[in-house]
Every structure is written in C-alpha cells, then in structure tokens.
C-alpha cells in the first residue's frame, strides 16, 4: 500500500433496500480511486438486496457480503461491517445515499490531516414536496466553508459535528457506534469522536447526496423515528433535554389555545405564532415563499413527534 494512497473501505448497511443498492454501489465504484473496498452489510432483509450485492460481487473481487438472517439496527450493521474491513480509511454510505465520482480520492487527501471527515451533503431529489416535508429547503450552510478546514469539539458545530468517514484507528479507538442508540447513533458518535480528543476536516469536493422524505408516509415515519430514537436515549439528561425542546414547540403552538375565551386576542396571538414560526425558517432557510409553504409541516411534525414521545 502507498502512503499517498491508503485502502478506503466503504461500508454500507442494508435492510430490503433491493431498489437502491445498486446506485450506492455503482457510485462507488465510479470512483476512479483504485484502493477501495466495499462491505454491505445485509441485515436481514427479506428482498433480493442479498442476490443484487452477489451480483455485483460476481463482477468486481473488491465487493463483500455480511449477512445476518434477523435485522438489528444500522449502528449494529456499521459495527458489523467495520470488523471486516482492511483499510485505513472507513466511509459509511447509507443503501440510499450515493457520492460523487471524486469523493473518495478528495477524502484520501486529507488522510493525514484530520481523522474524521466531514464532506458536503445534498438532497438527491428536490422537488417541492421533498423540501416542503423535510423543511429542507435552503442552500447547506457548508458551501461557504473552506477546504481543508480543521475542526475540534468546540468549533465543530459550524460544519455539522456530525460525519461519516473516519480512520480505522479513531474508529476502534471510540470503540465505534453505540448499538443501544437509535435514530441518533451518528450524533453520539461524533461526540465520543470529540471528546477523546480527535478533529476533524471539511473536505468540500467529497459530496453525498441522500434521499429527502417524498410521501407522508415517509414524513409520518421519520416523526415515529424521532420519537423512538429519544425515547431510547440511555442518558437521563440528555433524553430529557430533548423532550424538552419537542414539548416546549408544542407549548408554543398549541398557546393560542389558551385565549379561547377571547377569539380576538386568540387569533392575534395564532397569527403571531405563525409568523415567528416563518420567519425563523426564513432566517435558517433564505427561502420566504417555501418557507411559507414548510409552515404548517412544522406544527403537524411536532404534534405528530409529541404524540409518538408520549406513546411509547
């Protein structure tokens, strides 16, 4: 192996996603960065994602498989992967996320700079209704950051503290992904990253675009998800402080209905709800009109979150 050019294992988890792997495969493999490997991990899907990854194996010796008959979680998958990887470099490409044909030579360059690495993120599909639902609808804050940029604990929030490319040695060292989180494993993994002392790097060509809720049903999901990844956070103060945050959006919207009594001042203080609620995404968004549009997804998303934190 050159020193200039370290083994990159890339490593993609996958449950019934026989639509989708192929592209994240394929994306891959456009990657003219020759020292790669990729591992997905099946885990247990009951689709043909299994015989699509044998297919592509059949073509290319630089494909693995890891199969496990019963589904566990991607963090669970992410761990499993990792085991079996040989390269200095690990990447963690979701089934439905693809990356650009220089992603992995651009990630390669900054091999001894940093040891994790944070690249730039982009809806794959964006229509109205993909942004409208997920609130996603403005420019990402990375695109004015600088090439090369190092991050620690303290200044990573202005990149995203959140990554998915590490080295093989920061990864065994933090003793990789919580398995008992859920939803937000990425989150606390960047923070074991950081507190033991490693930084981090914007690497700005390294591009993965990944998919944006499309239908309701996708939009009630990710609402039933974010309940249950906090109601599953192990650390009390934690869990609670973002309980907090969903319950205090729900104070804050449902407050108008504390003035039934007076219909006037009820409906002023609705319309000044609404208008904070806007003008808050149009500061975070830069897009007034969609904005406008996200507005009523943003209360329907917190009763849906509230609802679901109090079912389970």
């Given at each position: ?91 963690f490409l979701d089934a439905d996320t693809i990356i650009n044909d ?6 390669a360059k900054f091999k001894d700079v940093a040891q994790g690495f ?195």
């Amino acid at each position: 192996m050159k020193k200039n050019n370290p083994k990159i294992s890339v490593v993609i988890p996958a449950h019934n996603e026989e639509e989708l792997i192929g592209r994240a495969i394929d994306s891959v493999l456009a990657n003219k960065y020759s020292n790669k490997e990729i591992i997905v991990v099946n885990d247990g899907s009951t689709d043909k994602t299994p015989e699509i990854v044998k297919s592509y194996m059949e073509l290319n010796n630089s494909i693995k498989l890891i199969n496990f008959e019963e589904g566990h979680s991607a963090a669970f998958a992410r761990n499993k992967g990792t085991e079996k990887v040989k390269g200095d470099i690990i990447i963690f490409l979701d089934a439905d996320t693809i990356i650009n044909d220089i992603f992995l030579e651009e990630i390669a360059k900054f091999k001894d700079v940093a040891q994790g690495f944070i690249t730039l993120n982009f809806p794959l599909r964006t229509t109205w209704v993909n942004k409208i639902l997920s609130g996603m609808v403005g420019p990402s804050i990375k695109r004015n950051l600088d090439d090369g940029t190092v991050y620690d604990g303290e200044s990573s929030s202005e990149a995203g503290d959140m990554f998915f490319a590490i080295t093989k040695k920061a990864f065994d060292d933090i003793k990789g992904y919580g398995e008992d989180k859920f939803y937000f494993e990425d989150d606390y993994f960047a923070r074991k990253f950081y507190k033991k002392g490693y930084k981090s790097v914007f690497v700005k060509n390294a591009e993965q675009y990944f998919e944006l809720p499309s239908t309701l049903t996708e939009f009630f999901r990710q609402c039933k998800w974010i309940a249950k990844g906090t109601n599953t956070i192990n650390e009390y103060q934690d869990r609670m402080r973002k309980k907090t945050i969903w319950f205090s959006k729900l104070v804050f919207i449902l407050s108008p209905l504390l003035l039934m009594f007076n219909p006037t001042l009820m409906l002023y203080w609705f319309l000044t709800t609404l208008l904070v609620t806007y003008l808050s995404l149009v500061k975070r968004n830069k897009k007034p009109f969609l904005s406008l549009l996200v507005v009523p997804f943003v209360y329907l998303k917190t009763l849906l979150v509230v609802y679901n934190l109090l079912k389970n």
